[in-house]
């Protein structure tokens, strides 16, 4: 099934969106990450910290910083490792709610796929590695589902770990983000994929993950089906941005 996707871009985020109620799609997530940059301004410590900040119930929260709270108090991590997670799923349930049929929000290689049919995502540990052509097929009693990835290789976000990629899989990708972030921090060798991946299950809300370093592979709990990659166009696909370091 072929699927056309659109971009939209709003400073240092980037998105590929299917949806069929574009409009108020990208309006809600101009107006979303407008009404965060008011709250960040108003509370710093939310936008520098990497731990949980403590934020008083009489402050009005919009709906992205309330969640970036509970992924935040969920992993130990600060709240923005939520965001792009976070963003997704907001944007994509605005889709369903307008009635989309089909929605994939990709948001900096944090997704959130609503579909009716398989969909399959392409995996990129890097060009180099063996496991280069894999991909996941997401069947529809996967979905709606939060595919959320982080790395400690490639791309601009701050990372303390040592792996390829490292992927979680949850409902709610506002917890996927964040889990995403804390595993790829935690791994810095090989030794470390199992017992990062198995604390990652203990945490409510996350259904598996998978990580990628060098020539290991390691997965944990629910994830969707593995199979290869058979895309030509893969390499122009890979999410990336000015400030990445995508080779």
Known sequence: MKRHFREFHYKEAHFHILTSSWDPVTEFILSERL?????????PLFGESLEPVSISPADKQPESVRRMIEASLATGLGPMAAVAG????LAAEISADMGSPETIV?????????????????????RNS???NLALRILPEFMPLGVCTSSG?????????DCDILTVFSKNASLADA?????????RSKEDMEPVLNRLLEIP??????????????AAGRIPELVKNSDPEILNKVSRDETSNFQ
Not at 35 to 43: G, Y
Not at 86 to 89: E, G, I, L, P, V
Not at 111 to 124: A, P, S
């Open 106 to 126: 990709e948001n900096g290689g944090d997704i959130y796929v609503d579909c009716r049919e398989d969909v399959t995502l392409g995996l990129y540990p890097g």
């Open 153 to 161: 290789r490639m791309g601009h976000s701050l990372s303390f770990g």
């Open 130 to 132: 063996p496991f280069s």
């Open 179 to 187: 889990a995403a972030t804390l595993g790829c921090n935690s791994i």
């Open 86 to 89: 976070t963003m997704a799923q």
């Open 35 to 43: 009404r965060l940059e008011a709250f960040i301004l108003s509370h």
């Open 205 to 218: 809300g996350i259904e598996g993950a998978l990580a990628i370093r060098d020539g290991d592979f390691g």
